[in-house]
C-alpha cells in the first residue's frame, strides 16, 4: 500500500510529466481560439501565477548571486568553467546575430513582396485605411525629449532598497555581483560571513519554487489562452513574411538547441525534449525570463543532470542580460523593414545589423512588453530605415513574437552552461569513478 | 448664375461625366444654391488651375467660385470669400526614411516642423502660399498635378507632399501600399478654409450664400468626403 505521501509525490509527478504540460498548452490554444469569453475571464488566474513566481526571484537572486560569485572565486577550475562560459556566450551570440540576418536576407531575396501583401501591410501601418501617423503643431515644439542615458552610470544603484523596491533587476544584479566579491573577500580574511543564511534562502526559495510548479499547468493555461484570443489569424497572413520567418528560425534554433542540450550532458534525446517542455512552456506562457529562473535551473541540474554549479553561476546573470531572442528579433524585423521598403544590404550592412542587434538587446534590458521594441530604432536608423513604420507593424504581432523571444532566451540560455560545463562534470564522473 | 470650377477634376468635389455633364458635392452644393435663389446653374470649367478660378470671378466670367477653393491673403485683394463650408487641416506625406533620418533620435514631429528640404505641391494653388508662410527654410517645388505631386515624392525629387487632410488621407485610401514608405502627418493648428469666391460688387448674393452656407452646415464632413464614391 503507497503512504499518503507516496501518493501525493505520484500525482505532483504526474501533473507535472510534459504530457501534461503540452496537454495544458493544447487546452490553452483551444480556448483561447475559440474567441469565448472564457479566455479573458482567466486572466486574472494567470497574474496571480506571474505574481507568485515573481514574489520570489528578487530575494533568490540577491541569495544566488554571491553564492554563485563566491564558489567563481574558490579556485582553477571555476577560472576554467569561467573562461568555457564566456568563450560559449560569444559563440551563441555571433550564431543568433549571424542567422537572423543571413536567413532572412536569403528568403526575402528569393520570395520578394507581391504588391497586394505590400497593400495589405500598407493598410495595416495606421491600423485602419487611410488614417495619419501623426498630428503636430507647428507653432509649438513641446518639451524637448530627454536623450538616453549612456554609460553605466544607470546600472549603478545608488540606493539598492530603492532598486529592490521598484524591481530594477539590473541594478540589483550589479550589487548582488559587487556584495558577493566583497563577503567572499571578507570571508578568506576573517572567516566570517553569512553565507550559510544565504544558501538557507536560496533553499527556500527553491521549496517555494518547487511548490508554485505544481501550478505550472493552470498558468500555462490561463497566460496563454487570454494571449491568443485577441489575434486574428489574418494579421499573421499579412505579415506572412515576417511570421514565417521569425518563427521558422525561431523553431528550428529552439530544436537545435535542444539537441544540443540532450548531446552536450549526454542524455536520451527523446527524454530532453519532453523534460525540457516544462521550462519552455512556462517561459512562454509568462513571457517573463527571470520568471523563468527557478524551473530552469530545476529542470537543468535535477532533470537533465547539468552541473549544478555552473548553472548557479551562469544562469541567473544570463537570464537578466543576455536576451537571445531580441538579438533575433531585432535583426529579423530590420531586414523585414529593409525588404519591405526595397532597401538591399551588402555584406558590410549585414554585419552591421547582427552587431547593432546584438547592442539594441542589450538597451531592451529592464523594459518588457511592446516598450522593448524601442531600442530597435538605433538599428533601423543607421540604414535609413523609420522606426516609425516598424513599430507599429510589429507591435501587432508583438504578443506571439514575445512568447518566442523568451523561449529562445532561455533555451539558448540553457545551452551554454551544459556546454561550457561538458568537461568539468566528465572530470568528475571520471574522478567519482575512479574513487 | 455662372459658378467657376477647374478645368481638372478634383474628385469627389466635382467630376465632368463623359456625356459632358458634371458630377460631385460640388456640383450637388450648387444646385441646391440654385435652387434657394431660384435661378439656372451654368458651369464654368474653363480656369486651368485653382489661382485661376479667382481671375475668372475678378474678371466677370463667373459670378461665383467654388471649386475647393481655400481662402488666401492674396486671393483676397481680388474677390470677396463666402464663410468657410468646410475646414479641412493641412497634412503632409512625408518620406518615412528622409524624416527618420533627419529627427536623428528625436521625435519625427520635430523633423516635420523644421524640415528644410524639397516640399512639393500642385502649382497655383493655395498650398504655395501655405508652405511658403509655414516652411520659409524650405524649398517648395510646384507641380502642375496632385498626380505629378505623388509621382514627384514616390521617385524621390521631394521628401513631403503638403496639402490638406482629406487629400493625403485620399491618396493613402487609393495606394495603402505607399503607406509603407510615406507617413501621413496632420498640422493641427493650420487650418483651410474652403469658402466661394464672390465678386467684388456682389454683396447681397455674398449676404445670401453665408446664410445658405449657416443652413447647411452639415452639408460636408471629412469621413463622407473620403468614403462618397460617385459612379460615372
Known amino acids: 500500500m503507497p503512504t499518503s505521501k507516496q501518493l501525493l509525490k505520484d500525482v505532483a509527478r504526474c501533473w507535472n510529466h510534459p504530457i501534461t504540460v503540452l496537454g495544458a498548452v493544447a487546452v490553452a490554444l483551444v480556448i483561447g481560439t475559440s474567441g469565448g469569453p472564457i479566455a479573458e475571464s482567466l486572466r486574472p488566474i494567470g497574474d496571480l501565477y506571474i505574481a507568485l513566481l515573481q514574489m520570489c526571484v528578487l530575494p533568490f537572486l540577491l541569495a544566488t548571486i554571491p553564492l554563485a560569485v563566491r564558489a567563481a572565486m574558490r579556485g582553477p577550475t571555476n577560472v576554467e568553467i569561467i573562461r568555457s562560459l564566456v568563450v560559449w556566450i560569444v559563440c551563441a551570440i555571433v550564431v543568433i546575430g549571424m542567422i537572423g540576418v543571413l536567413v532572412p536576407a536569403i528568403v526575402f531575396h528569393l520570395a520578394p513582396f507581391e504588391p497586394g501583401t505590400i497593400k495589405a501591410v500598407g493598410a495595416l501601418v495606421g491600423g485602419s485605411v487611410g488614417s495619419v501617423d501623426l498630428e503636430f503643431n507647428l507653432d509649438s515644439s513641446g518639451p524637448a525629449p530627454a536623450d538616453a542615458s549612456n554609460g553605466l552610470v544607470p546600472l549603478v544603484p545608488s540606493n539598492i532598497f530603492s532598486a529592490l523596491s521598484t524591481d530594477d533587476t539590473m541594478r540589483v544584479l550589479v550589487f548582488a555581483a559587487i556584495f558577493g566579491i566583497a563577503m567572499a573577500v571578507s570571508e578568506r580574511r576573517t572567516g566570517r560571513s553569512f553565507f550559510g543564511a544565504l544558501e538557507s534562502l536560496h533553499d527556500a526559495c527553491l521549496l517555494i519554487f518547487q511548490w508554485l510548479n505544481l501550478l505550472v499547468p493552470v498558468g500555462i493555461i490561463a497566460l496563454i489562452a487570454p494571449q491568443i484570443a485577441p489575434l486574428g489569424p489574418q494579421v499573421y497572413v499579412m505579415l506572412a513574411h515576417f511570421s514565417y520567418v521569425f518563427f521558422g528560425l525561431s523553431a528550428a534554433i529552439l530544436i537545435v538547441s535542444i539537441l544540443i542540450l540532450g548531446v552536450a550532458l549526454r542524455l536520451n534525446l527523446p527524454l530532453t525534449f519532453a523534460r525540457f517542455s516544462r521550462p519552455l512552456m512556462v517561459a512562454a506562457a509568462t513571457r517573463n525570463t527571470l520568471a523563468c529562473i527557478p524551473i530552469a535551473m530545476e529542470t537543468m ?48 550592412d549585414l554585419l552591421m545589423v547582427a552587431v547593432l542587434s546584438v547592442a539594441g538587446s542589450f538597451a531592451t534590458l529592464g523594459i518588457s512588453g511592446a516598450a522593448a521594441l524601442a531600442p530597435l530604432a538605433g538599428v533601423l536608423r543607421p540604414f535609413g530605415l523609420p522606426y516609425e513604420l516598424a513599430f507599429p507593424l510589429l507591435v501587432i504581432v508583438d504578443p506571439l513574437v514575445h512568447m518566442v523571444r523568451i523561449m529562445l532566451n532561455v533555451t539558448v540560455n540553457c545551452i551554454v552552461p551544459a556546454l561550457a560545463a561538458g568537461k568539468q562534470h566528465t572530470k568528475i564522473t571520471q574522478l567519482a569513478a575512479k574513487e | 448664375m455662372r459658378i467657376a470650377i477647374t478645368h481638372f477634376d478634383i474628385p469627389p468635389f466635382h467630376m465632368r461625366r463623359s456625356d459632358g455633364t458634371f458630377i460631385g458635392k460640388d456640383i450637388e452644393f450648387a444646385q441646391k444654391l440654385g435652387d434657394a435663389l431660384n435661378v439656372k446653374i451654368n458651369f464654368v470649367d474653363s480656369p486651368p488651375s485653382f489661382d485661376a478660378v479667382v481671375p475668372a470671378i475678378a474678371e466677370n466670367r463667373a459670378d461665383i467660385g467654388l471649386s475647393k477653393l481655400s481662402q488666401t491673403y492674396e486671393r483676397l485683394a481680388y474677390v470677396h470669400f463666402s464663410a468657410p463650408y468646410v475646414t479641412l487641416r493641412h497634412a503632409l506625406l512625408y518620406n518615412r526614411a528622409t524624416i527618420s533620418r533627419l529627427s536623428n533620435r528625436r521625435s519625427p514631429e520635430g523633423a516635420l516642423r523644421d524640415f528644410r528640404g524639397n516640399i512639393g505641391v500642385i502649382g497655383a494653388s493655395a498650398y504655395v502660399d501655405f508652405a511658403q508662410a509655414n516652411y520659409p527654410k524650405a524649398n517648395v517645388v510646384q507641380f502642375p498635378t496632385w498626380e505629378a505631386t505623388i509621382e514627384a515624392l514616390k521617385s524621390g525629387k521631394i521628401d513631403i507632399v503638403y496639402r490638406d487632410e482629406f487629400e493625403i488621407r485620399s491618396a493613402l485610401i487609393h495606394d495603402p501600399a505607399i503607406h509603407i514608405e510615406f507617413g501621413a502627418a496632420v498640422i493641427a493648428d493650420r487650418r483651410s478654409f474652403l469658402t466661394m469666391a464672390i465678386c467684388d460688387s456682389c454683396l447681397k448674393l455674398e449676404e445670401f450664400i453665408n446664410y445658405f452656407i449657416a443652413q447647411h452646415a452639415g452639408f460636408y464632413s471629412l469621413d463622407d468626403l473620403l468614403t462618397i464614391s460617385y459612379g460615372d
Do not use: D, K, N
Open chain 1, 301 to 348: 541540474t535535477r532533470e537533465l543532470h547539468a552541473s549544478q554549479e555552473t548553472c548557479e553561476l551562469y544562469l541567473p546573470v544570463a537570464f537578466a542580460t543576455l536576451r537571445f531572442g531580441t538579438m533575433l528579433h531585432f535583426a529579423v524585423a530590420t531586414m523585414f523593414i529593409g525588404a519591405l521598403l526595397g532597401r538591399s544590404f551588402g555584406l558590410g
